[in-house]
């Protein structure tokens, strides 16, 4: 076997499931500067629970959930805090517990999954849509690389999905209403379904390669605002 672990971003269940056809040993881990070790899947793990979900707690390590799902964590790995203090402040409170930022379910045995970055939600007409569930549904169509989805400004909603997608090499991008029956047909929530597609040749990144949704989120506005709102009924355009 050749073992693969998948960690230092959202890791699509399209990735793993792919891996593992291919014969490989995948598992999932989650940490970060701050905390480098919170959860991960040991050998011994379901496979399930190596695909699907970013492991149970390391040794030593706590995590619990916000009423939000923000996870909080700390242990034997964790920081002791920033050099400004009241960043220390805001990212710690009393009793050591480190605010991740981050959002996630835990389920029965202990193992949690991250659904995704708080500044990533997407707030639309009131109601919260998780730009990486919106993602793992686009993965599925077989034409689509790599998607990030981000907040996009809606004048009557506040805010909507919009989705930038790169393509394979030989694919063709999808039209918006091919999208929408790809969701239709995966039982999504029509307020979950993307109002806007990009396609892109790559996405900004860091140097570990890690995507700068920040940036995306610029790009997607300005993209926006330089078509006067024609990116919902045009999925062909590029950034």
Not at 7 to 36: I, K, W
Request: glycine fraction near 10%; include cysteine.
């Amino acid at each position: 076997f050749t073992t693969v672990g998948l960690g230092g971003s959202s890791v699509p269940a399209a990735v793993t499931q792919r891996l593992n056809d291919l014969g490989m040993f995948v598992f999932r881990a989650y940490g970060s500067t701050e905390h480098p070790s919170i959860t991960g899947s040991g050998p011994t793990a379901p496979e399930g629970k190596r695909l699907f979900t970013d492991g149970d707690p390391r040794p030593g390590v706590e995590i619990r959930l916000g009423p939000d799902g923000e996870i909080f964590s700390r242990g034997p790995d964790l920081c002791l805090g920033y050099t400004d203090a009241e960043l220390t402040a805001q990212s710690f409170d009393e009793d050591g517990w480190y605010r991740t930022g981050d959002i996630g379910v835990l389920d029965a045995d202990g193992y949690l999954t991250i659904t995704d970055r708080k500044a990533d939600v997407i707030i639309r007409g009131g109601e919260n849509i998780s730009a990486l569930e919106v993602e793992e549904v686009l993965l599925s169509m077989p034409a689509v690389a790599e998607a990030v989805v981000v907040a996009a400004p809606d004048p009557r909603l506040g805010e909507h999905a919009a989705a930038v997608l790169r393509i394979r090499e030989g694919a063709v991008m999808p039209t918006l209403e091919q999208v929408r029956a790809h969701f239709d047909a995966e039982g999504v929530a029509r307020q979950a379904w993307p109002e806007q597609l990009l396609e892109t040749d790559d996405f900004p990144r860091t140097a570990s390669g890690k995507v700068q949704k920040f940036r995306v989120r610029q790009l997607v506005r300005e993209a926006q605002a330089d078509t006067a709102g024609v990116i919902a009924t045009t999925p062909n355009v590029r950034i």
